[in-house]
């Protein structure tokens, strides 16, 4: 592929990217839903159909390794990101028993409505694959709730430290760590080899181990020793870009993804806002502006129109309500449950299905998997749409607007008094 081609593909993409993202503001929308928008914008449902010929000719299958590598180095960098992101927010201890009541049934109860509806969509699934990989997947699919998404949304609004918002956040970061260990359970389950899925449970405990017992104390002693500020120098940077990539690899060399790697060492790393700021500028940015519009434009490529096409909308309707009803009400059940009101519980139950990124990122995983084909990627895809749009007014819809301006200026008592 000539390099001409795929600056002009970068030229596109982040246009389109920057423009329904724009869009998507002005209507009250985190600029990420616009941008994700923009990947179906780019695929065959809409300028494919508008353009065969040009779209045929910009996005032939034979140029796209680029951008697929470009693709995958920016879900790495992204993951490292909300690896190193992830903590208890302040006061969540607090609000532990709420927080593991929320996150658990808002994943449990999406987990069981993605496995109840399998047998309906399990026709869709390529050819070859056995059923219970299959919905398993689902399962693990329906059970997403994107933290980042619902952190820049509560951080719109000003609740990012007041009840309300700390139980969403601590939930939803116990509620991702359970989906995503049940999604690498599920890809090992699928591995071809034979004892491959002991290869990769024995492979995964040993780097874990190696991850939290070596990398770890190495990172902080050489983050204490060089970069006391917080800023890391060009050389740690470049050694923390080795120990992400290198775990990227092994995580993909065990026939997981490389996004659990660069996960699991994002989540190594001292929590230091100092030190999170600073990747945050140096990459976090460069992954979100550069790298991830291209992940969505691939997305899109993936999509097909025939997803919508006689039983398709049956599926679709299937999918989405699995979707809605586990995240809203397994969020609501757990908060009611821990003791809030029913407008607090199921305010939190419509933050935690934020599904966005994190749900493309599953999406891709199960697509590169074989575990769906373009059909149900598509379903998957407007799904990942429709359900984080529905969050900000649903928020709104539920809390009641005077709940949502006094949990803004009131921030939660502190735990220690």
């Known amino acids: 592929m000539s390099h001409s081609l795929l600056l002009l593909q970068l030229v596109v993409i982040l246009a389109t990217a920057r423009l329904c993202g724009l869009l998507l503001r002005f209507l009250g929308q985190p600029a990420v839903i616009g941008e994700m928008a ?14 065969p010929d040009l779209h045929a000719q910009l996005f032939s299958k034979a140029s796209l390794g680029g951008l697929s590598s470009l693709s995958t180095l920016g879900l790495v960098l992204f993951m490292f990101i909300v690896g190193a992101e992830l903590r208890a927010p302040d006061g969540v201890r607090a609000q532990v028993r709420a927080a593991g009541l ?59 430290q007041t009840r309300l918002g700390r139980l969403a956040l601590s939930s939803a970061a116990i509620a991702d760590v359970f989906a995503w260990i049940m999604l690498a359970c599920v890809l090992a389950l699928i591995g071809t080899e034979p004892g491959g899925l002991l290869r990769t449970a024995v492979g ?4 874990t181990a190696v991850v939290f017992g070596a990398l770890r104390p190495l990172y902080a002693w050489l983050l204490r020793r060089f970069a006391p500020s917080g ?4 050389m740690l940077l470049a050694a923390l870009l080795l120990g992400m990539l290198a775990c990227a690899f092994a995580t993909e060399w065990l026939g997981l993804h490389a996004v659990f790697g660069a996960f699991l060492f994002g989540a190594c790393l001292p929590r230091d806002e100092r030190l999170l700021r600073y990747l945050v500028e140096r990459l976090e940015y460069l992954a979100i502006v550069l790298l991830m519009p291209i992940f969505f434009a691939l997305a899109g490529l993936n999509t097909t129109a025939d997803a919508f096409v006689g039983a398709g909308m049956g599926a679709l309707a299937l999918v989405l309500l699995a979707a809605i ?8 059940l757990g908060a009611r449950v821990a003791g809030y009101g029913w407008r607090e519980s199921f305010a939190t139950g419509a933050l935690m299905n934020a ?35 529905m969050t900000s007014p649903l928020l709104t819809l539920f809390a009641g607007r005077a709940l949502l301006r006094e949990d803004a200026q009131v921030r939660a008592p502190d735990p220690a008094r």
Request: glycine share 12%.
């Open 38 to 51: 923009a990947g179906l914008v780019l695929g065959p449902i809409v300028f494919g159909a508008i353009a």
């Open 102 to 160: 929320v996150g658990v049934l808002a994943v449990a109860l999406p987990m069981v409505a993605g496995f109840v509806i399998s047998p309906w969509v399990y026709p869709l699934a390529p050819a070859g694959v056995a059923f219970l990989p299959f919905a398993l997947f689902m399962a693990a699919a329906m059970s997403i709730t994107a933290f980042p998404v619902m952190a820049r949304i509560l951080k719109d609004r000003g609740m990012t």
């Open 204 to 207: 995964m405990a040993v780097l």
């Open 231 to 234: 800023e890391p120098t060009q």
């Open 325 to 332: 009803f586990g995240k809203v009400f397994g969020g609501a």
């Open 355 to 389: 599904r966005g990124l994190m749900e493309l990122i599953v999406m891709k995983v199960g697509l590169d998997a074989g575990l769906i084909g373009p059909s149900l990627f598509t379903m998957l895809l407007v799904m990942a749409l429709v359900t984080t749009v």
